[in-house]
């Protein structure tokens, strides 16, 4: 994430159908979503300062968002916001071109030419 911004409130609201993770640092936040037309808004306040991360994570074991759907909407912010691991870099196959065979002259015979084979 491009914030290290701390809230002390989160929980989730459904606007236009769509559930979403929403974070304040005030409880007073729920009029301001109902006035935006926001529905079934369940704010949390939280015991601390807490990331964005840290705060859904906090807000997922609470009894008040225990439902599916509250379950759901947090799982799924949590697993699109978790720093992905970075796969440790493969090391690079160098495949080594075989070695060219020299063109080998054939070698001047000095044996006599009567000689039998």
Known sequence: MATDKKFTVAGISKLNGEYKVRF?????????LAKH????????????EFTKLDAARAILALEDFA????QATITEYIEDNTPKAKAAPAPKA????APK???VKAAK????EDAPF
Request: no cysteine.
């Open 101 to 103: 065979a020299k063109a």
């Open 67 to 70: 439902d599916a759907t509250a």
């Open 24 to 32: 304040a640092n005030d409880i007073m936040r729920i009029k301001v």
């Open 94 to 97: 160098t495949a080594k071109a």
């Open 37 to 48: 037309g926001h529905e079934d808004i369940r704010l949390a306040d939280l015991e601390g």
């Open 109 to 112: 015979v000095t044996e006599d």
